[in-house]
């Protein structure tokens, strides 16, 4: 705890499912910063095995009693509006799982209220806080690739199956893999370069057993640059997670972060190696001398989606500018809708 501020911040966590319980509960608990004070589940008593003495409510509206600062949002994507909307208007601090919204107007009005109630609104894009997408960053900024001419990111996973949620197996508007890990690859994509001028966008339903959109490849374009962002659900050997092309070098990086698959094999923030990338899931920059391809390994910057709630305590407590501002939530939705509308018309769309 910060003893310049004097207190911890009282937080509220909506939802308990594989959000809640794995990105969110472990570093509201393992920070000195927050108090993880109430749990709403409607029926379970989840939370309780892992952290016994929280509270759990039966209704979102007890999580907007005068005893909590700040409310986390980690339930099904069709309530996120909702109670965000709710939760702000009793004057609390909200955290919304992504997606924000179906809707870059739903996101547009969610910023409203948080000006209109002078609370922070923040959106949890974890994935800016990956190791693999922060040693991107880094070798970008550090002009190690030179000006970047093509940049693609590809997420891809083997499922079976129906999804054992029953809000995502339903599906419905904003659920769908484009509103799931899309998201936050378009998230990263406009971290680095900002909004494209045109999209383009190839949407499919692969397998007979997901209720919506399984797959997808799409087009960022930009004057300088192309971005590729490409996910799919039946790759059972995944290529390169990133390629980045540069006119002075290219980097290759297999694997994806470590911290999701830390998290649900039970291990939690705190220890001296979290986020720290495996030595043999190093990615290499390879460059061209006098005809020779020459390569480098490069260390994983270590990921730490903690700091992404070190973050909301600065901001809340002392006015320090959000990690993910609410504002380009709006941004990538209409990037989203862009997406949406190049597939069915298919054509590229200009932003």
Excluded at 28 to 39: C, D, M
Aim: include cysteine.
């Amino acid at each position: 705890m910060d003893q310049a501020y004097g207190k911890r911040i009282r937080v509220g966590l909506a939802g308990f499912g594989m959000s809640g319980k794995i990105f969110h509960a472990p570093f509201i608990y393992a920070s000195q910063q927050f108090e993880l004070r109430k749990v709403y589940e409607r029926t379970s008593d989840h939370s309780r095995q892992e952290y016994p003495d929280i509270e759990i409510v039966r209704s979102f509206e007890k999580l907007l009693a005068d005893d909590i600062d700040l409310v986390v949002i980690s339930t099904p994507n069709q309530y996120h509006v909702p109670m965000a909307v709710s939760a702000m208007q009793a004057g609390k601090h909200v955290i919304v799982e992504k997606p924000a919204a179906a809707t870059s107007k739903e996101a547009a009005e969610l910023c409203r209220i948080a000006a209109d109630k002078k609370v922070i609104l923040s959106i949890y894009q974890n994935r800016r806080l990956d190791g693999d997408f922060l040693t991107v960053k880094k070798l970008i900024n550090e002009d190690r690739l030179g000006e970047i001419v093509d940049y693609e990111c590809h997420f891809d996973r083997f499922v079976e199956g129906k999804s054992k949620k029953s809000w995502k197996r339903e599906g419905g508007k904003g659920i769908d893999l484009l509103y799931d890990i899309g998201i936050h690859m378009i998230d990263q994509a406009y971290v680095l370069f900002g909004m494209p001028y045109e999209v383009y966008a190839d949407l499919r339903k692969q397998r007979k057993d997901s209720s919506g959109i399984d797959n997808f490849e799409i087009h960022l374009y930009y004057t300088d640059k192309r971005i590729i962002l490409s996910a799919g659900e039946l790759v059972v050997e995944s290529g390169p997670h990133f390629m980045v092309h540069g006119r002075k070098a290219t980097f290759i990086k297999y694997g994806q972060d470590i911290q999701e698959c830390r998290l649900l094999n039970g291990k939690r923030p705190g220890t001296a190696d979290w986020g720290q990338d495996e030595e043999n899931s190093f990615g290499t920059v390879y460059t061209m001398l006098q005809g020779k391809i020459l390569q480098e390994k490069i260390p994983t910057e270590t990921g730490n989606y903690g700091e992404y709630y070190d973050n909301i305590y600065r901001a809340i407590a002392y006015g320090e500018k959000l990690l993910v501002k609410p504002e380009e939530s709006v941004d990538v939705l209409r990037i989203v809708e862009a997406i949406q509308k190049s597939n069915e018309e298919k054509r590229r769309i200009n932003l």
